[in-house]
């Protein structure tokens, strides 16, 4: 497409609920990104993908967190057992190479834990 | 950890007057600088970026500079006006690791007063 896209846009769930976000990049971007980005705040990295490269997964705040890239295109981002410390707007962004063009953002995925 | 800061969390303009957004940063590494314009609801929109190698850019009515002997970035937008209104980050970029990931500062609030 010609954004990056992202669903669902908003999701509500239970604590301790799991959840799947989803993450289509623009065609043809190698890298992709997952960010968190609380209210009021600026944007906090979780994830990296680059091509077939092992994923840099250093700002993933805990274990239940993982994400994984299928067929270097699609991302998935899954939370498990929710916390509500986990609400907040999940973003996604892919870019070519490594970045140094900028990113493209998705509009996110508004997470709401309750 | 590294960081990125801004030194003014809201700034308000009169339409038409040049707004200045400012940016400190801390990783004197960092050689990629970039920003980004987020609306109520939407990603980051990428704005201009600038490298380390420059002092200067200039977009359409907007023009980033960046110190790098006190580390400071800004952003210039001339003849402001209320479609502006919007939180603008400031994200860097430094080399070496396997991520070229960019790290964000926590935003400044622009209000273009009609």
């Known amino acids: 497409g010609a954004g990056v896209s992202q669903s669902p846009s908003n999701k509500v769930t239970e604590k301790g609920k799991d959840v799947e976000l989803r993450c289509d990049p623009i065609s043809g971007h190698t890298a992709l990104y997952w960010y968190r980005q609380s209210l009021g705040q600026g944007l906090e990295f979780l994830i990296y993908f680059q091509g077939n490269s092992a994923p840099d997964k250093s700002g993933l705040p805990s274990d239940r967190f993982s994400a994984e890239r299928t067929g270097g295109s699609v991302s998935t981002l899954t939370i498990q057992r929710t916390q509500q410390e986990d609400s907040a707007v999940y973003l996604c962004?892919?870019?070519?190479?490594?970045?140094?063009?900028?990113?493209?953002f998705g509009s996110g995925t508004r997470l709401t834990v309750v | 950890g590294e960081s990125v800061g801004l030194h003014l969390p809201t700034l308000s303009v009169q339409e038409g007057d040049n707004s200045i957004i400012n940016c400190a940063y801390s990783?004197?590494?960092?050689?990629?600088f970039i920003w980004y314009k987020q609306e109520s609801g939407k990603g980051p929109q990428f704005i201009i970026d600038?490298?380390?190698?420059?002092d200067k850019r200039q977009g359409q009515r907007v023009t980033v500079l960046l110190n790098k002997t006190v580390k400071h970035l800004s952003l210039q937008i001339a003849a402001t006006q209320p479609g502006d209104s919007a939180v603008y980050f400031c994200?860097?970029?430094?080399?070496?690791?396997?991520?070229?990931?960019?790290?964000f500062g926590t935003g400044t609030l622009l209000a273009v007063q009609p």
């Open positions: 990783n004197s590494a960092s050689d990629y």
């Open positions: 994200a860097e970029m430094g080399r070496g690791g396997a991520t070229n990931k960019l790290i």
């Open positions: 600038i490298r380390s190698n420059m």
């Open positions: 962004a892919s870019s070519f190479n490594r970045g140094q063009e900028g990113y493209t």
